[in-house]
Structure formats: structure tokens, C-alpha cells
């Protein structure tokens, strides 16, 4: 069964560092999010993708945020400048349609030092 | 989208079969009811959904009250494996498809 891959599944970085946390959806989807679950928290929703734009952002995703779709298969989330709060675990998720399920990688734990 | 509650925990018997219940008693008429799992710190896994009809896949059964303010998850047979939140979210209308979940109903299935 085809699934959502991220990569690194582990990402430790000194605060005020750039990240870029990979995502590959799954290869015929069209909608693309990222999510992300504070340790011990609830997920929570930063920014869906369609058509090459956002569709849609959090308050959570402010300007140190951004995402790319370099390529047709690769889905990225950079984060500029990291903080000691971004510490997080951050999914994927990708579906073929708004009401279609979406369907979740299994993470990147990201650590700021 | 509508808001939902779901009971913080639930203890099921292996074998047996677990019926997790989710309130939405103000969702509207073009929303949709998703259920998804997430197994310890693994991705949100999504399970079942539907809109006004019970649904079956091979994971569970979605039953959706007539009036469709509330819904019961059913794991028909449950394994140790099905140890998980679960979580029962409410979608649709111009949400963009942005999901956004509670915190869910805590499943401990014990042999």
C-alpha cells in the first residue's frame, strides 16, 4: 500500500539554525499538509497545499515558515530561524481531495537545542 | 467545523469488540465525520469516515445517528495492537481540509 514518507525521522539542530523537514506524498495526491504534535500535546494543523499555493495557514505558521514543492514528488517544510519551541514532532499528510482521508507519515522529531 | 466530544478514556477486553462513542451535536449538513488513530507517537493513522450512512471498511464500522449528532467507532474485534488515541474529528464546509483534532479518546485493550 502506497505511503507518506518523511525524512530525517530524527532532526537535532542549535537554535537559530534553518531546517528543511522532507516529505514524499503519496505519488497521485493532490493536497498536501504539514502538522505538528508538541510532546505531550495535541496535533496540530500549520498549513495545507494545493495547486502550488497554500491554502490554507495556522497562526502557528508565521513568516519563519515556509514550504516548497520543488519537484513532482518532493514536499518540504523550512523553518528559518529555529527556536527552542520548535522542538516538535512534524507530519505530513496528503489526500486527493478536501473531504478525502489524509493520509499521515510517520513524523520527523525535530530537537532545538 | 463543528466541535466534538469524545470520552477521555476506555478499556476493552481483547477479542471483544469496542464502541467509542463521539458527540457532534452542532455539525451541519455538508460535514463529515473522520476517525483516525495514532498508535504511541507514530503518524495519525485514518481509520474510517462518512457523512450520513453507517460505513464498514476493514478496519471498523462508523455508525452515524439519524440526526447525526453523535457517532459510535466500532473495532469489532479488538487486538492488543489497537492500543491508541483515537481521535473523532469533524470536517468539511471551506475548511480546506485543515483537520483538527481533540484529545481524543484514550483506547487500552487488555488480554
Known amino acids: 500500500e502506497p505511503e507518506v514518507t518523511q525524512t530525517p525521522s530524527h532532526q537535532v539542530t542549535q537554535m537559530g539554525q534553518e531546517v528543511i523537514l522532507r516529505c514524499v506524498p503519496i505519488s497521485n495526491h493532490l493536497y498536501f499538509y504539514w502538522y505538528r504534535q508538541i510532546l505531550g500535546q495535541k496535533v496540530e494543523f500549520l498549513v495545507s497545499?494545493?495547486?502550488?499555493?497554500?491554502?490554507?495557514k495556522s497562526e502557528i505558521f508565521d513568516d519563519q515558515f515556509s514550504v516548497e514543492r520543488p519537484d513532482g514528488s518532493n514536499f518540504t517544510l523550512k523553518i528559518r530561524s529555529t527556536k527552542l519551541e520548535d522542538s516538535a514532532m512534524y507530519f505530513c499528510?496528503?489526500?486527493?481531495?478536501?473531504?478525502?482521508?489524509?493520509?499521515f507519515g510517520d513524523g520527523t522529531r525535530l530537537s532545538i537545542l | 467545523d463543528a466541535k466534538t466530544t469524545q470520552p477521555t478514556s476506555m478499556d476493552c477486553a481483547e477479542g471483544r469488540a469496542a464502541n467509542l462513542p463521539c458527540n457532534h451535536s452542532t455539525i451541519s449538513g455538508n460535514e463529515y465525520v473522520y476517525w483516525y488513530r495514532q498508535i504511541h507517537s507514530q503518524g495519525p493513522q485514518y481509520i474510517i469516515h462518512g457523512l450520513k450512512n453507517n460505513e464498514t471498511n476493514e478496519m471498523a464500522s462508523l455508525i452515524i445517528t439519524e440526526d447525526r449528532k453523535s457517532s459510535t467507532l466500532i473495532l469489532p474485534h479488538a487486538t492488543l495492537r489497537d492500543t491508541a488515541v483515537y481521535y473523532c474529528i469533524v470536517k468539511g464546509g471551506t475548511s480546506y481540509g485543515k483537520l483538527t483534532f481533540g484529545q481524543g479518546t484514550i483506547l487500552t485493550v487488555h488480554p
Open positions: 499528510a496528503s489526500g486527493t481531495g478536501l473531504w478525502q482521508p489524509q493520509h
Open positions: 497545499f494545493y495547486n502550488n499555493e497554500i491554502s490554507e
